[in-house]
């Protein structure tokens, strides 16, 4: 119904910079809030960023004024520039959406996508 597709990890060295990207595609009407999470290997997932629709972001206090967030509604799109890579910032980066899709009336769910690799060497 929904699909999120993500796209832009890989591996860097620490300090380097890398910028994911995030489509979603099928039966939507709107999308509320887009964000990143992220689960490294041992731990629980975690929400890094945020942006509602009105373009108001949020950041775990983990990445602030490293991390910048952005959307672009034309193309259904979120995305994640990532600088100053630590090592403790590898792991699979999920992109979330709170879509409502046609049909559902005001009801909205949360879409996931599979992950991207994001891996940062010392």
């Known amino acids: 119904q929904v699909q999120l597709v993500e796209s832009g990890g890989g591996l860097v060295q620490a300090g380097g910079s890398l910028r994911l990207s995030c489509v979603a595609s099928?039966?939507?009407?709107?999308?509320?809030?887009m964000g990143w999470a992220r689960q490294a290997p041992g731990k629980q997932r975690e929400l890094v960023a945020e942006v509602t629709s009105g373009n108001s972001t949020n950041y775990v206090d983990s990445v602030k004024g490293r991390f910048a967030i952005s959307r672009d509604n034309a193309k259904n799109t979120v995305y994640l520039q990532m600088n100053n890579l630590k090592p403790e910032d590898t792991a699979v980066y999920y992109c979330?959406?709170?879509?409502?899709?046609?049909?559902?009336?005001?009801?909205?769910?949360?879409?996931w996508g599979q992950g991207t690799q994001v891996t940062v060497s010392s």
């Open positions: 979330r959406a709170d879509v409502t899709p046609t049909g559902w009336g005001l009801s909205s769910h949360y879409y």
């Open positions: 099928g039966l939507i009407f709107r999308i509320n809030a």
